[in-house]
């Protein structure tokens, strides 16, 4: 089984900064693409930021310039780099990742989701 495991949530105020990370685990062969969604209640899932195993990124508009996507390879994590956090950045974010299994197979997990809170 594969377990993402995220970290590095809370309550920050506007203008300030937070770094999640997400850690991948389990029967692992290879990670393809990790990337970062974020969710509000009674609201999809949307994306925020993608990243390839080879280190190519893609954002959502609104997300441009504020935050960074990046990944450890040999440990398997995504960080997701927030600034100028706004309150309509507040969310439960969620990772993703496509996973090679070590029995080959090709499966995408998400994690358990992380509160983000920006108030005052």
């Known amino acids: 089984q594969v377990q993402l495991v995220e970290s590095g949530g809370g309550l920050v105020q506007p203008g300030g900064s937070l770094r999640l990370s997400c850690a991948a685990s389990g029967s692992i062969f290879a990670v393809n693409d990790m990337g970062w969604y974020r969710q509000t209640p009674g609201e999809q899932r949307d994306l925020v930021a993608t990243i390839t195993s080879s280190g190519r990124t893609n954002y959502a508009d609104s997300e441009k310039g504020r935050f960074t996507i990046s990944r450890d390879n040999a440990k398997n994590t995504v960080y997701l780099q927030m600034n100028s956090l706004k309150p309509e950045d507040t969310a439960v974010y969620y990772c993703?990742?496509?996973?090679?299994?070590?029995?080959?197979?090709?499966?995408?997990?998400w994690g358990q989701g992380t509160q983000v809170t920006v108030s005052s």
């Open positions: 993703n990742a496509r996973v090679i299994r070590r029995d080959f197979r090709e499966r995408t997990y």
